[in-house]
């Protein structure tokens, strides 16, 4: 059963940031939830475990309602979903089977077919973009240095993904001429970028978008850029993980009217399964600043989730916190295979806001839901043919012809072990 706490404000009307806990751990697929419409957006400025917490949030003159209605005297409570994948990867063998000579472009919307309908559910659809989009001029190449067409934006975005993650180590591979051109690329198809900044003025904007009248604020950070610096007097183009500015960054959106506050993260070490030392150490401490869920990326393969508990010594507010990090969601679509780098996962956090008839507001992460993907890969026509799968609808429908029965049987390996593999942190 979900709890909703009701938080008297100590004189204000507003409540404090007192924390979530999990109430159940079942995993789920997220093509079991219920099917929802989208709300309008604001502008730039097999069932999961049940999470609940209540945040503090400010008065905002955009969220409706904002109070419940004096005849009525009940709560107003509205619900949003937050789904988010992990790494947008083009290699070079992955472009050749989707290229039209005679109109000289790529069509890449079937790598997505399968799970378009999953990602269309969400709310909030956020994805890591893990290449520049920088034009053909610029060369396309896959690894090392990263340049893809400019056609991948607009996949991305008929995906249902809406947000892009763009700090990561790839994202100097065309310099900062392609960190300006990735942003205007992505803009073009409709999708918001968070992360890179075409300059020092664009690097100080809030990416808070509302959906259902709740406010979610959007952060991104990278380690590093593959050894490639960062031009003096240019150090806006990528944002590097730095603890006291994330710190900083997380109270100018909750300054600015965010209910919550999800940060991705370029980090870990490539192809470890488990976070290390350094993962779970910042993610403690930003889940303390502020941060409600940290989404993280890098390691190519996806690495467990949990619960932070953090104590009011700890607490930026002095109360007591709690949230939830995914320390990396894996590949979504890329040519890497074997070893899990073919697997990743679509996470969802369902988020309740309950505006109380004393005006104290609580904030809930209702459910997580994970449905684990898997790139399948197929030879036609002398090229590679990929297409993300999703693992427990596709076992459960079969509807997917291109699929054998060998396939099948090494999806649901896949799946008994990419599920047990994300609880691995939780208690219970």
């Avoid at 079937?110 to 799970?115: E, G, I, L, T």
């Avoid at 904030?363 to 026509?381: A, C, G, S």
């Amino acid at each position: 059963m979900i709890t909703n706490n009701k938080i008297p404000s100590a004189g204000g009307k507003y409540a404090s940031l007192i924390g979530l806990g999990l109430l159940a751990i079942v995993l789920t697929s997220c093509a079991d939830a219920s099917s929802r419409t989208h709300p309008s957006r604001s502008s730039q400025s097999p069932s999961g475990p049940a999470v609940t917490h209540t945040a503090s949030t400010a008065p905002s003159a955009s969220h409706s309602p904002a109070t419940p209605s004096p005849e009525t005297k009940e709560p107003v409570v509205t619900e949003a979903t937050l789904l988010a994948v992990g790494d947008i990867m083009v290699h070079m063998p992955q472009l050749p089977a989707y290229y039209d000579k005679g109109t000289d472009s790529y069509d890449l919307t079937s790598w997505f077919s399968q799970v378009r309908p999953i990602l269309e559910r969400g709310d909030w659809v956020v994805g890591n973009l893990e290449t520049p989009i920088a034009g053909k001029d610029l060369k396309f190449t896959g690894f090392p240095r990263f340049n893809a067409p400019n056609e991948l934006a607009d996949a991305i975005r008929g995906a249902g993904i809406q947000l892009v993650s763009t700090a990561n180590n790839h994202s100097l591979d065309r310099g900062v001429p392609g960190v300006q051109r990735t942003l205007a690329t992505v803009r073009k198809a409709g999708l918001i970028p968070f992360g890179t900044s075409a300059d020092a003025k664009e690097q100080s904007r809030n990416v808070i978008e509302e959906r259902n009248g709740i406010r979610m604020g959007f952060l991104s950070y990278t380690y590093g850029t593959n050894g490639i610096p960062i031009p003096k007097g240019k150090e806006y183009a990528v944002n590097l993980i730095d603890r006291s500015a994330i710190k900083k960054d997380i109270a100018k959106l909750k300054k600015a009217r965010a209910d919550a506050v999800a940060v991705s993260l370029h980090f870990g070490v490539e192809y470890q399964r488990m976070p290390n030392a350094e993962q779970t150490s910042l993610a403690k401490e930003l889940i303390g600043a502020g941060a409600d869920l940290i989404l993280g990326s890098h390691p190519h393969v996806v690495q467990p989730y949990e619960e932070i508990s953090i104590p009011a010594s700890e607490s930026f507010d002095g109360s007591p916190r709690k949230g939830v990090v995914i320390y990396s969601l894996g590949n979504f679509i890329s040519n890497q295979t074997g070893d899990w780098k073919d697997v990743g996962v679509i996470f969802g956090a369902r988020l309740k806001k309950t505006v109380h008839t004393d005006g104290t507001v609580g904030l809930e992460w209702k459910e997580i839901t994970t449905e684990p993907t898997w790139v399948h890969i197929v030879w036609k026509n002398k090229n590679r043919h990929y297409t993300v799968i999703p693992l427990a609808t596709e076992l459960k429908q079969r509807s997917f012809s291109a699929l054998t029965a060998k396939d099948y049987e090494k999806m649901q390996t896949m799946y008994s072990g990419i599920r047990k593999h994300l609880r691995k942190l939780v208690a219970g």
